[in-house]
C-alpha cells in the first residue's frame, strides 16, 4: 500500500479530524444498517408494502453493497482514496435524502440501491485511509479507535432507530444520516491527505464486476418473486444467474488482473471458510428479518424494544471476540468454528417460542445462547480466512469473505419467506406470521448446524497451520479492492462490527 504524501498523528487537530471522518463515515453505514430492519413493519404499514418489497428494501442496499464492495476499494486505489471516500459519502448522502421522501415501496427500493452503491464506496476506504495516511506508529492506535467507535455504532443502532420509529417516523432512520453525512464530508475533504497505490498495471475487470450484479441481482429476483410474474420470468432470471455465474468464472481464470483471484479457493481451508461463512451469516440475516418482525406482529412489541433483543449479539461480540481470537490462536480454529455455529443453532431453537404473549425470559436465554456462539467464531473465521491466503492476497481474502457474508444474508433474505409460506401481506397476520417465523427458524438453526459440519471436516485438524492457496501469486486488482481491511463480515444487512 502506497502512503500518503502527508502522515497524520492523532495528537495533531488534522489527525483528529481525518481520524473522526473515517470513523463517523463508517459509523454512519453500521447505523443506517442495524436500524433498517427495525423499521420494517412501520415501512410496510404506511407504504402498504408485501413482504417481498420489504425485502426489497433491504435487500436492494445489500445487493448493490455485496456486488460492488470490491469495485469501491480498487477504484480507491486507482484513482485515490480520499475521492472515492468523498465520492461514496456524497452518494450515500444523496439515497439517504431521497429515502426519507419516498411515497412508494418501489420508490423506497430504488433509493435504497442508490445507499448501497455508496456505501460499497465508502466502506473499503476507511481502514485504506488509516493504514496509508497515519504515520506507522500510531496506525495500530487509530485502527483501535475506529473498531471500538464502530462496535459502539453498532450497539446503540437499535436504541436509536427504535426510539425515532416509536415516536417520530421511520422516515427519520435515513434522515439522521444527512447531517452526519456533510458533516463527514466536511471533515474528509479538509483533513485527509490523498493517497493511492502505485505501480497498479493493466484493465479494471470490469467485466467481473458487471457479471458479479447480474448473478446476484437475477438470483435475488428469483428468488423473492411470489407469483406475480408467473413461471416464465422467474425461470429465465434463474438461467441469467447461472449463465453470468459461469461466464464470471470463465472471465476471472482469463483475465490479467482479475477481480476474484480463482486460485485462492485452491486453499481447503479457505473454501471451506467461504463456505461456512456462506450459511451462517445467510442464517444470521434471516433471523434478525424474521425475529423484529415476529415481536412487533405477534408479540405486540415496540419498535424500540424489538431493536433491543439483538443487543446480546453487540455486547458479545465487543467483550469476547478478543477472547475467541486468542482460544483460536492456541487451539485452531477449527473447534471454534465448529462449536460456535452449533450454539448459535441451539439458541435459535430456544427462540422458537417467541409468538404472542412472549416477555424478554422468552427471547433473552436464546439471544444469549446465540450470542456466545457467534463470538465464539467470527474472530476465528477471520483469522481462518487471512490465513488461508498467501500474504499478498491477505486483502481481497478479507474482501472475499466479506462478500460472501454479505452475498449469504442477501440471498437468505429473499428466499426464506415465500418458502414458508409468507407472502403479500401475509406477514401483518399474527397466526401467519407465527407459523412462517418458527419454520424459518427451524432452517436457520439447520443452516447453522450445516455450518459447523462444514467447519469441522473442511479445516481438518492441522487448520491452525493453515497454508495460502496453491499458484495464488503476484497482486491483483483486487487486492486493492480489499483496502486490507480485516473486519469480520456483516452482521445485520449491512452493517460491519469490528474485529
Known sequence: MTEASTQLSRSETRGKLALAAVTLGSGVAILDGSVVNIAVKAIGTELEASLAQLQWVINGYMLALASLVLVGGALGDRLGRKRIYLIGMAWFLVGSALCTVAQSPGQ???????????????????????????????????????????????????????????????????????????????????????????????????????????????????????????????TIAYAVAAAAAVAFVVVERRVGRPLVPLSLFGSRVFSAANAMTFLVYGALGAIFFFLVIQLQVSAGWSAFAAGLSGLPVTVALMLLSSQAAALSSRIGPRKPMTFGPLMCAAGVLALLRVGAGSTWWDVLPGMVMFALGLSLLVSPLTAAVLAAAPGDHAGVASGINNAVARAGSLLAVAALPALVGLVGDAYQDPVAMTAGYRTSMIVCAALLAAGGIVSWFGLGSGASGVSGAPGASGPSAADEAAARVTTTPDLSAGSEEPR
Open 108 to 234: 423506497l427500493i430504488g433509493m435504497r440501491v442508490l445507499q448501497g452503491i455508496g456505501a460499497a464506496l465508502l466502506t473499503p476506504g476507511a481502514l485504506s485511509i488509516i493504514q496509508s495516511s497515519f504515520v506507522p506508529s500510531e496506525r495500530a492506535a487509530a485502527i483501535g479507535t475506529w473498531a471500538g467507535m464502530s462496535g459502539i455504532a453498532a450497539a446503540i443502532g437499535p436504541f436509536i432507530g427504535g426510539w425515532l420509529v416509536d415516536n417520530a417516523s421511520w422516515r427519520w432512520i435515513f434522515a439522521i444520516n444527512i447531517p452526519l453525512c456533510l458533516l463527514v464530508i466536511g471533515m474528509a475533504w479538509w483533513a485527509v491527505p490523498e493517497s493511492r497505490a502505485d505501480g497498479i498495471r493493466g484493465r479494471f475487470d470490469w467485466t467481473g464486476a458487471v457479471l458479479t450484479v447480474i448473478a446476484l441481482a437475477a438470483l435475488t429476483f428469483a428468488l423473492t418473486d411470489e407469483g406475480t410474474w408467473g413461471r416464465a420470468l422467474p
